[in-house]
């Protein structure tokens, strides 16, 4: 009986030690975990996983960031998946921030003096459908946060889509750090899309991370790379000499630029292109890179709706050339994790050796083998047969990256007189002491004719980042954004921003891989299982010729 008692005591002694064991371990792997962040993420893409930009970002902060994440309680239950996904990803970033970032859980439904704060930072309420008792409904709530740096404070209103938090939040973070903030411009004046009409998503993207304005260069005044960090041109219809002449010597002084080039002007009624003669073409030239006076167009090609009758058509578009990372293979931070964007219209690139010599030069993308090039005559209809020549379909450069030093086109030329009207004078009247009223002409500008190392991109489309194609293609907006990014020196986004871009692609094979993957298909499965059956006939026979053991 002592025995038996002695056993029991002994059992329930080591269930107890046991379970104290199992209670340690599980605080000691709470403890640890609160520390260090650990997630087997599978996607393709590790979308459930912050990125190395971010936790390099995060890590690096060197005071504390709080973050005020402003969430009603009360939500309809299919929003959960949602609350934790981003619950999770503010948890990484805050492990990820050593001790410096500090994130804090507001319901603001019963605090009516907060509401109204909320409503001047610009943390809406938003208006959800639930079913309450068999009955639609709708319900406001609170779904927005606040990133607060010292006496800077950046918003995001509504966290209703979690595949773009993380470059929203980190570029928030970026943000309110920033002790300056670097200008774009974007030339005007000559026929350009417009910021506030054809470009206003791009112009909104920018303001994110950046400050926009636009650049008149009519008499002939100087753009000063001091103040603009990139030069967005645009594809414009005319400039005099003179303004080429202040172009090139913004780059000569170290500035940095985008050019981007229609070599076709659309005529909607007709559609038919007529032949653009752009001021920028031998400056280009000049600077090493020819815009060929021709239209690509892929049979890798996007959808275009068109107006037939009453109705809106959808068929493939030959002139509106998918761009996929396979055909370009090149691993330069612009394009390096964009999967697809699309370029309109596109006129071919040829890069001259003989002029980029010393530079470094990257492809940013390319048409696929099966392009060719329509020139002379342009006729854009989608009802027409289009029908490439077999000898001519090869691939074609459409986006140009030059880092280096750059001579400058006026180097060995007189400097162009500023247009007429519009001259730049001083008055000499505080020379001759204010009694003749002499205007002077300003004396002329001296010619900068070698750069410093400074960074261009040309691509052969400009229509690819107006409204139009940007909504329509993630890939577009990611590429300008990046682009930009280069040229300032600040590819802190671009990995972040890539990866949420662009579609997964089905790629282009030849047909006899084609043949072999509908082979494959077709009789893969009934060989195995005749496989598996004639291994299991030849199994049997071979047990019954074995001799059977006496025992």
Not at 2 to 26: E, H
Not at 409 to 414: G, L, R
């Amino acid at each position: 009986m002592k025995s038996t008692g002695f056993n029991k005591l002994t059992r329930g002694t080591n269930f107890l030690v046991l379970g104290i064991l199992a209670a340690g371990i599980l605080v000691f792997v709470n403890a640890l975990s609160y520390k260090h962040f650990l997630r087997a993420d599978l996607t393709a893409t590790k979308k459930y996983t912050v990125s190395a930009a971010t936790k390099k970002v995060v890590a690096g902060l060197d005071d504390i960031v709080n973050i005020k994440v402003y969430l009603s309680r009360k939500l309809p239950p299919y929003m959960a998946p949602l609350v934790d996904q981003v619950k999770d990803m503010l948890e990484e970033y805050r492990i990820c921030a050593n001790g410096n970032l500090e994130i804090e859980y507001i319901d603001p439904a019963d605090d009516p003096s907060l509401q109204q704060k909320l409503q001047f930072m610009g943390i809406p309420q938003l208006r959800l459908n639930i079913l309450e008792k068999d009955q639609a409904a709708v319900t406001t709530v609170y779904m927005g946060l606040a990133i607060l740096y010292g006496d800077s404070k950046e918003v995001i209103p509504a966290l209703t889509d979690v595949g773009t938090l993380e470059y929203d939040l980190t570029g928030k973070i970026l943000r309110v750090q920033k002790k300056e903030v670097k200008t774009i411009g974007f030339l005007t004046g000559h026929g350009e899309p417009g910021l506030d009409r054809d470009l206003g998503t791009v112009n909104n993207e920018l303001r994110e991370q950046y400050s926009t304005r636009t650049v008149a260069t009519a008499g002939g005044q100087a753009i000063p790379a001091a103040e603009v960090a990139v030069l967005v041109v645009a594809s414009p219809q005319q400039l005099t000499e003179r303004e080429l002449f202040t172009l090139d010597q913004f780059i000569m002084a170290g500035g940095r630029a985008v050019f981007l080039i229609d070599a076709i002007e659309i005529q909607q009624r007709g559609m038919q292109g007529t032949l653009i003669d752009s001021p920028l073409l031998k400056l280009l030239e000049h600077y090493g890179v020819r815009v060929a006076p021709e239209l690509v167009l892929d049979q890798m090609s996007e959808n275009a709706s068109f107006k037939s009758g009453p109705n809106n058509v959808s068929v493939s578009y030959p002139f509106w050339v998918r761009v996929v990372r396979q055909n370009t293979q090149t691993d330069h931070p612009i394009v390096s994790s964009i999967e697809t964007m699309v370029m309109p219209w596109p006129s071919p690139l040829e890069l001259l050796q003989d002029k980029t010599s010393g530079r470094t030069v990257s492809v940013l993308a390319q048409s696929s083998p099966y392009s060719w090039t329509m020139k002379g005559y342009f006729d854009l209809s989608p009802d027409q047969e289009f029908s490439p020549p077999e000898n001519q379909l090869r691939q074609h450069v459409l986006a140009i990256a030059m880092s280096g030093s750059f001579s400058s086109y006026f180097a060995d030329k007189p400097v162009p007189p500023a247009d007429k009207g519009n001259e730049i004078k001083e008055s000499a009247s505080s020379k001759d002491g204010g009694k003749t009223g002499v205007q002077k002409t300003a004396p002329q500008p001296t010619v900068i004719k070698q750069s410093p190392e400074t960074r261009i991109i040309v691509t052969g489309s400009a229509r690819f980042i107006t409204d139009n194609f940007i909504n329509q293609f993630d890939g577009n907006r990611a590429f300008l954004l990046n682009a930009v990014d280069w040229c300032t020196a600040d590819d802190t986004l671009m990995g972040i921003r890539a990866r949420e871009s662009g579609d997964s692609t089905l790629y282009v094979t030849t047909e006899n891989v084609k043949a072999a993957v509908r082979l494959g298909n077709m009789f893969a499965v009934p060989v195995l299982v005749a496989v598996f059956g004639l291994m299991q006939l030849y199994l049997r026979k071979r047990r019954k010729r074995l001799p059977i053991k006496e025992l």
